[in-house]
């Protein structure tokens, strides 16, 4: 049911509410941000859901989500980190259709992303497809990671550990959701 093309209609952080845009204000819906930094490019940001393919066991049933998804590139200067432009990467992230829960988190990978200069990449923990229910013909990859936060009153800066949550949605673009 959820197979076909997707296009990407969220972006949601869960930790402390973020600066990217350097407007001086923090949020939690964070694509508004990442639109006005260089390198991010909307129709980029698909996902094809379709049946998997298995080299093992032919009787058993997957569902590959395909995912390219949009992520901010900080760099280290001065005692702080700085996000300079939004990169991207893209990930396929398999399901056994037999023991798919909905709701839960699903399709685990551990990227094992060990180069401390890139501090998104180097922070995910593990990534994952959510599906809350098969007719909203849409799902979210979620990513544990980290991001940078910037305390408005003390002007310090701490590593901001979090969920990304990126909500994919049959037939719609980003701007086409209201932004709440």
Known sequence: MLYGNYRLT????????VELN???????????????KIGYYEPNYIANVA???????????YTVFNVTLP?????YSEDRWYCSCIRDFQMSLTGDNKFFELGGLNC??????LQS???FLAGIANVGVVVEAFEDESFDVRLHCVLP??????NEQSLNYGYLYYTFTKGKRLRDDVLT
């Open 108 to 113: 685990p990978a551990y990227p094992n992303y």
């Open 149 to 154: 936060y910037d305390n408005p009153y003390n």
């Open 117 to 119: 200069n890139d501090l």
């Open 51 to 61: 049946k998997g393919e298995s080299y093992e066991d032919e009787d058993e049933d």
């Open 10 to 17: 969220k972006i949601h952080w869960t930790g402390y509410p």
């Open 22 to 36: 350097y407007d001086k204000t923090t949020y939690h819906v964070i694509q508004r941000e990442m639109e006005e």
């Open 71 to 75: 992520y901010p590139y900080y760099f």
